[in-house]
């Protein structure tokens, strides 16, 4: 068995695995299952503290606290040396990191019935696009919050490299591979050649031709998605009696997953009661109110969340927003979620062919496009790949899981 774990810290879900002959590779985190939703609840009624599906179980039950998700996030920003206020108690944003990779951990070694003092995280490419010392200081940021919590040696790897270990152990020929990992905050690309020959390499640095990233994810989608169907039954695109526009801080705070508790603080409620009285629309303004006054910003957000997934595999999906005053049943078409996104789509196409360009490989070289990470399913995001490298066959790795087994074959090729 292996001395040292892998841990995939993930924008939406994060997962252990852990290299333990003719035994799964992931460790269960939660009810049996590999996944542990990247969530903490604050529960206010019985002074918890709640972590994944049992998080998101109690706020939906409707119990008092603070609902926190999105957590990696906030690594590489500003927001990282602040504080939130739990409680009526202020909690610096590294603590609350430090309380959910504690809890991870702990978890892990639970299952596994031995500590993990040694470990190797996944990171995506940039934590931040295009700002070298940020993102030096958000993969310095993350060590240190994992020495907090009990790792003592640490090493880290680019999550779509991690994929690509996970993927070779499954191939019998050498293949050249695009790895695809769509997470839930950045898109990340490996062009990689992988191989049985290949695996056992202890330096697989000339085997990797390029990688590449941008900071785009499943939840940059939910947000463009929201404020594109969902926002605009609350105000969002409205103006006011002098004729200016509603301000669209309201509406960006709770279509991002990691600002929406930014929306319940005493000067914005204030704020948006004022707006109330002069907006041109005041019902659509009284519904966001009553909305911000039920903290249910978070249950909007799982709702959009919900139809992004569905649009993956049809073509249209009914939302029930029914926690809304008054409720409301929307039909939600993929051409406006394409519409949204484009943008974003535009920039995930360039960073691929940018790849390839700083490679020197032409598209027709590539023999497989390898898909990993819970938005890889994204249609418009597929296609524009696919005419990237039409002549690459698609594989599906598991969309949650790849990473961490991934993580976890190189932890032991790294500490034994």
Same mark, same amino acid.
């Given at each position: 068995?292996?001395?040292?774990?892998?841990?995939?810290?993930?924008?939406?879900?994060?997962?252990?695995? /852990?290299?333990?002959?003719?035994?799964?590779?992931?460790?269960p985190l939660e009810d049996g299952k590999a996944t542990l939703?990247?969530v903490v609840f604050f529960n206010a009624d019985d002074d918890?503290?709640?972590?994944?599906?049992?998080?998101?179980?109690?706020? *939906?039950?409707?119990?008092?606290?603070?609902?926190?998700?999105?957590?990696?996030? +906030?690594?590489?920003?500003?927001?990282?040396?602040?504080?939130?206020?739990?409680?009526?108690?202020?909690?610096?944003?590294?603590?609350?990191?430090?309380?959910?990779?504690?809890?991870?951990?702990? %978890?892990? @070694?639970?299952?596994?019935?031995?500590?993990?003092?040694?470990?190797?995280?996944?990171?995506?490419?940039?934590? #931040?696009?295009?700002?070298?010392?940020?993102?030096? $200081?958000?993969?310095?940021?993350?060590?240190?919050?994992?020495?907090?919590?009990?790792?003592?040696?640490?090493?880290?790897?680019?999550?779509?490299?991690?994929?690509?270990?996970?993927?070779?152990?499954?191939?019998?020929?050498?293949? +050249?591979?695009?790895?695809?990992?769509?997470?839930?905050?950045?898109?990340?690309?490996?062009?990689?050649?992988?191989?049985?020959? %290949?695996?056992?390499?202890?330096? %697989?640095?000339?085997?990797?031709?390029?990688?590449?990233?941008?900071?785009?994810?499943?939840?940059?989608?939910?947000?463009?998605?929201?404020?594109?169907?969902?926002?605009?039954? $609350?105000?969002?695109?409205?103006? $006011? =009696?002098?004729?200016?526009?509603?301000?669209?801080?309201?509406?960006?705070?709770?279509?991002?997953?990691?600002?929406?508790?930014?929306?319940?603080?005493?000067?914005?409620?204030?704020?948006?009661?004022?707006?109330?009285?002069?907006a041109a629309e005041p019902d659509k303004l009284k519904r966001?109110?009553?909305?911000?006054?039920?903290?249910?910003?978070? /249950? *909007?957000?799982?709702?959009? @969340? @919900?139809?992004?997934?569905? +649009?993956?595999?049809?073509?249209?999906?009914?939302?029930? =927003?029914?926690? =809304?005053?008054?409720? @409301?049943?929307?039909?939600?078409?993929?051409?406006?979620?394409?519409?949204?996104?484009?943008?974003?789509?535009?920039?995930?196409?360039?960073? #691929?062919? %940018? *790849?390839?360009?700083?490679?020197?490989?032409?598209?027709?070289?590539?023999?497989?496009?390898?898909?990993?990470?819970?938005?890889?399913?994204?249609?418009? =995001?597929?296609?524009?790949?696919?005419?990237?490298?039409?002549?690459?066959?698609?594989?599906?790795?598991?969309?949650?899981?790849?990473?961490?087994?991934?993580?976890?074959?190189?932890?032991?090729?790294?500490?034994?």
């Amino acid at each position: 068995m292996a001395n040292a774990c892998g841990v995939d810290f993930g924008t939406s879900n994060s997962t252990v695995g /852990w290299v333990r002959p003719g035994q799964p590779t992931l460790l269960p985190l939660e009810d049996g299952k590999a996944t542990l939703p990247s969530v903490v609840f604050f529960n206010a009624d019985d002074d918890q503290v709640r972590y994944g599906r049992a998080a998101l179980a109690d706020y *939906l039950e409707g119990y008092d606290g603070r609902l926190m998700r999105s957590l990696k996030s +906030l690594l590489g920003t500003s927001l990282m040396e602040g504080q939130t206020e739990v409680a009526g108690r202020a909690l610096p944003f590294r603590q609350l990191l430090g309380h959910f990779i504690g809890e991870v951990k702990r %978890r892990a @070694e639970r299952e596994a019935g031995r500590g993990f003092d040694r470990a190797v995280f996944g990171r995506p490419v940039y934590f #931040v696009d295009d700002d070298p010392d940020a993102d030096r $200081l958000a993969e310095d940021t993350l060590a240190g919050i994992a020495r907090a919590v009990g790792f003592t040696e640490i090493g880290f790897q680019y999550e779509p490299i991690a994929a690509a270990f996970d993927y070779e152990s499954r191939i019998e020929r050498e293949e +050249l591979v695009l790895i695809a990992d769509i997470g839930g905050g950045t898109s990340d690309f490996s062009l990689v050649r992988l191989g049985p020959a %290949r695996a056992g390499r202890p330096d %697989r640095r000339d085997d990797i031709l390029a990688t590449g990233g941008v900071h785009i994810g499943g939840t940059d989608f939910d947000k463009y998605l929201s404020l594109a169907s969902v926002m605009p039954l $609350l105000g969002h695109g409205s103006t $006011l =009696l002098s004729g200016a526009s509603v301000p669209s801080s309201y509406y960006f705070n709770l279509a991002t997953w990691h600002t929406i508790n930014q929306a319940y603080t005493r000067k914005s409620i204030a704020q948006l009661a004022d707006l109330v009285r002069d907006a041109a629309e005041p019902d659509k303004l009284k519904r966001l109110q009553r909305l911000i006054d039920d903290r249910a910003g978070h /249950w *909007l957000a799982m709702r959009v @969340e @919900e139809a992004k997934i569905g +649009l993956s595999d049809v073509p249209e999906v009914q939302l029930d =927003l029914d926690r =809304l005053s008054p409720p @409301e049943l929307l039909r939600v078409h993929r051409d406006l979620f394409t519409d949204a996104i484009a943008g974003m789509i535009d920039s995930v196409g360039a960073t #691929v062919q %940018r *790849l390839l360009d700083e490679a020197g490989v032409a598209p027709e070289r590539v023999d497989t496009v390898f898909f990993t990470g819970g938005s890889s399913g994204v249609a418009s =995001l597929r296609e524009r790949i696919a005419a990237i490298v039409p002549d690459a066959r698609r594989v599906e790795g598991d969309l949650f899981g790849s990473i961490g087994a991934g993580l976890a074959i190189d932890a032991a090729r790294k500490f034994g």
